[in-house]
């Protein structure tokens, strides 16, 4: 939607440090004049006497595409003039820790970039079972995204698959595993990729020591999918499994840093690797990050396919603070996005694997 507003004129004499004012659906945002005003965030400008007219276009479906490419704008150019955003609450390194055990995380979505948006779509909803929870186009930024899964997004692991215009393949890496999907019966799941020309880079095989059954599936794009027999589950899209090079290290970190819980660890000799799941409840209800430890490899490639988890907080602030405290690197530092007002942060884990956090009820908003 668009909002017009009217501020004081800026004559080329200004200083860097005064800002405009622009305000949409009642709350006010301050643009530093620096900000460049051919931001996709702002329109038309129309000049006066003593006025000028600025619309923007505040389209709060945008926000999580905005901090995914990397399109959001940096920290150190909206706060030209020391304007800093305003922050929730005062972080202080004496509890912070102990706040992070008691704030209400979830594991949002996954998100990574794909050849042919249209055709993944069709795999994921007629070999995979997703369903097609929201589609958009965004020309002006030349790109497209999808999200898919189970269930809404204000209760479910989603995807967020992103198209590119004019990039048909991405480098996965080796760095990146798998996700993990849970269906009744893999050998029917199976037969129904390949049936549809899917790739099945692994046949069932029942799992050591049990009954059950796994498989291994790939997309079109080359991201592979574990298949786990499992009864019916809240949570269908239920791993994500990336490769670090300390695994003692990233279990402390996603435990104090990240809240998370060691839900399981296995060590496999036989295949000279080690595994622990990381989540945020029992695995059979919830999402987890399955961390994969390779016997005397401490570095992976990442590629540039694969992006991010998106985890929700009631306080990115102390998220940040948390997890430089253990280690980790703030690329994105915690605020507003301008204009769209959504609070996030984005950071590096020690391995160089991204998550951004974002606010628990912004994100509600996004979703209305």
């Known amino acids: 939607m668009l909002r017009t507003v009217t501020a004081p004129s800026l004559s080329s004499s200004s200083s860097s440090s005064t800002c405009l004012t622009v305000s949409t659906q009642n709350k006010s945002y301050l643009i530093p004049h620096s900000l460049k005003l051919s931001s996709p965030l702002i329109g038309n400008i129309k000049k006066s006497n003593s006025n000028r007219t600025v619309t923007c276009n505040y389209n709060p479906s945008r926000r999580l595409a905005l901090f995914q490419l990397g399109a959001v704008i940096p920290q150190s150019q909206f706060l030209s003039g020391n304007l800093a955003p305003a922050r929730s609450s005062e972080v202080t390194d004496q509890n912070v820790l102990e706040w992070v055990k008691n704030d209400k995380r979830r594991m949002l979505h996954v998100v990574y970039s794909v050849g042919d948006l249209d055709k993944t779509i069709k795999f994921y909803t007629e070999c995979l079972g997703m369903k097609l929870l929201r589609k958009r186009d965004i020309p002006e930024d030349r790109y497209s995204n999808a999200f898919l899964g189970y269930g809404p997004e204000d209760t479910n692991f989603t995807v967020e698959l992103t198209y590119n ?33 899917g790739k099945v880079t692994r046949e069932p095989v029942p799992v050591k020591g049990g009954s059950t059954k796994i498989a291994f599936v790939e997309d079109p794009n080359g991201y592979k999918f574990e298949l786990l027999e ?86 990115v602030y102390k998220s940040a603070e948390a997890v430089k405290q253990c280690g980790g690197k703030i690329i994105r530092e915690p605020g507003p996005i301008p204009v769209i007002n959504t609070k996030i942060t984005a950071c590096l884990d020690p391995d160089g694997w991204k998550s951004v956090f974002v606010d628990n009820v912004d994100f509600l908003k996004e979703l209305e």
């Open 165 to 197: 215009y004019g990039v048909d393949k991405y480098d996965i890496g080796d760095g990146f595993g798998h996700f993990g999907i849970a269906v009744e019966d893999v050998s029917r799941t199976v037969d129904l990729v390949k049936a549809k020309g």
């Open 230 to 315: 499992r009864g019916l589950t809240p949570e269908p899209l239920c791993q994500v499994m990336l490769r670090v090079g300390d695994l003692d290290r990233s279990i402390n970190f996603y435990k104090k840093s990240f809240g998370m819980e060691l839900l399981r660890r296995r060590d496999n000799p036989e295949y000279k690797y080690t595994v622990a799941l990381m989540g945020y409840g029992p695995e059979d209800k919830n999402a987890v990050l399955e961390l994969t430890y390779n016997y005397g490899i401490t570095e992976y490639s990442k590629g540039n396919g694969y992006a991010q988890i998106a985890i929700g907080t009631d306080d």
